[in-house]
């Protein structure tokens, strides 16, 4: 049976967990596809004002990310032509919306992404993707790896 | 003494009284400084002047460029807040005639400074207005709660209309909203603040909101000080207290109230009790919390 996965990668120990975990597990290579996804939040007004160069080299950064998570998982066994990466330009006021709208628009059975674990308050201050994604999405298989 | 003239502002600090600001095609004569109040100190603020305009003789608030950062710490989560001033001018378009919000004009200097010049909203600000209600508690929540919080919910849906318009108001706290007077309404000032982006955008104002509840719920704040030393008031409560009866950001401030005002309905405690150590469920928009709040009002006060 074929199957979608999409990982969604940030710069954290449990997203490089993540995909650690996905490159180890028994798939069969012929029908697993894989996308390797990035998505910028929003940024506050100050933080704007690290100019155009700031985001170029951010969006380059991610790039070089995505393409060596993908060697990682190539390294793996799997097939280099069933795994894609996709790096969103376009900010979203936060990461689980992005991932939210994302999925509308592929086809993809299982989201995978790591999860760091907070205190209550900080997940009051600073949300915690995982926990709104379970609440949001429905008809997809949510792995968070933490 | 002639007086001096600034159009470029950058050095507010030597701005000082009976100087000229002259912005666009306006002049205002300083007046004084406007003043942090809290904790019982007094602080100046040297880029908040008070103003005459010139043309018509009304007072003013010049509020000038002050690009001030800094990180702050609740409950250990470490937040970077930051002054925006152009955050505040785009918010004061957004909300022109809106009778909930301060009202002003946002202009720029020759140097690109944000110059904002702001009517005075007349009247005591949410914290000091409660503060003078006298009369116990039990006849202060039938009698006069209701008024408040039909008037808090308005002030609340304000908030939600800078919310969807992806605007925060960045301090949310008791003495940033004004019991305006000469319309009886609350009306929200000094949106210049913000802090980063997170997951949860909104978080800082929906707990400075919860704060606003809680005050007026409680008929002020009661924190673990006053519990513990006030015995005369609180009685034996101190020996009835858990960590969860207290707020998830600031853990001497109680949120239980209904501990110590056993009228208080169970429906009114569980809203407040979503911003305790108790909760594991938290608001994540102002539509929820304006949802239970309107419930609670609907079935109990309307």
Wanted: hydrophobic share 40%.
């Amino acid at each position: 049976m074929k199957h979608s996965i999409l990982i969604v990668l940030k710069d954290s120990v449990s997203s490089r967990e993540a995909l650690e975990y996905i490159s180890l597990l028994p798939f069969c290579r012929e029908d697993v596809d894989i996308t390797l996804l990035h998505i910028f939040r929003k940024t506050s007004m100050s933080e704007e004002l690290m100019g155009e160069n700031f985001t170029d080299e951010e969006t380059q950064k991610w790039q070089k990310q995505l393409d060596n998570a993908k060697n990682i998982l190539v390294s793996h066994g799997l097939m280099p032509e069933k795994i894609h990466t996709k790096l969103i330009s376009d900010a979203y006021p936060t990461v689980a919306d992005g991932i939210i709208d994302q999925l509308k628009k592929g086809n993809y059975g299982t989201l995978v992404l790591g999860h760091k674990k907070k205190s209550r308050a900080e997940e009051f201050v600073k949300g915690d993707i995982s926990m709104k994604l379970l609440r949001s999405l429905e008809g997809v298989a949510i792995l968070s790896i933490t | 003494m002639t007086a001096r003239h600034f159009r470029d502002t950058s050095d507010f600090y030597s701005i000082d009284c009976g100087d000229k600001i002259i912005v666009a095609d306006r002049v205002l004569t300083v007046t004084g400084h406007e003043r942090e109040r809290r904790f019982g100190i007094e602080d100046p603020k040297m880029w908040v002047k008070r103003a005459v305009e010139d043309a018509t003789g009304v007072k003013k608030i010049v509020k000038l460029s002050f690009l001030e950062s800094f990180y702050t710490t609740l409950a250990g989560v470490k937040i970077r807040c930051f002054r925006n001033p152009d955050k505040e001018g785009q918010i004061l378009s957004l909300v022109r005639d809106h009778p909930l919000f301060m009202q002003g004009e946002a202009y720029h200097d020759p140097k690109g400074n944000n110059i904002r010049i702001i009517d005075i909203v007349r009247g005591p600000n949410f914290f000091n207005y409660i503060n003078t209600i006298r009369m116990d508690h039990r006849q202060y929540f039938h009698d006069v709660l209701p008024d408040i919080l039909k008037k808090i919910i308005k002030a609340f849906e304000a908030i939600r209309f800078l919310h969807i318009n992806d605007y925060r108001h960045g301090d949310i706290r008791n003495d940033h909203l004004i019991f305006q007077r000469s319309t009886g309404n609350y009306v929200w000032i000094d949106f210049d603040y913000d802090y980063s982006a997170t997951e949860n955008p909104f978080a800082m104002d929906l707990f400075g909101l919860g704060n606003i509840l809680l005050y007026a719920i409680g008929k002020g704040f009661h924190d673990l000080y006053m519990i513990t030393n006030n015995t005369d008031f609180y009685g034996k409560l101190q020996d009835d207290l858990e960590e969860r009866d207290f707020s998830l950001l600031d853990k001497w401030r109680f949120i239980n109230l209904r501990k110590f005002f056993p009228y208080i309905p169970k429906m009114f405690n569980d809203v407040l009790m979503h911003f305790s150590k108790r909760s594991n469920v938290y608001y994540e928009t102002i539509d929820e919390l304006l949802e239970d709040i309107n419930r609670c009002y609907y079935t109990f006060f309307a």
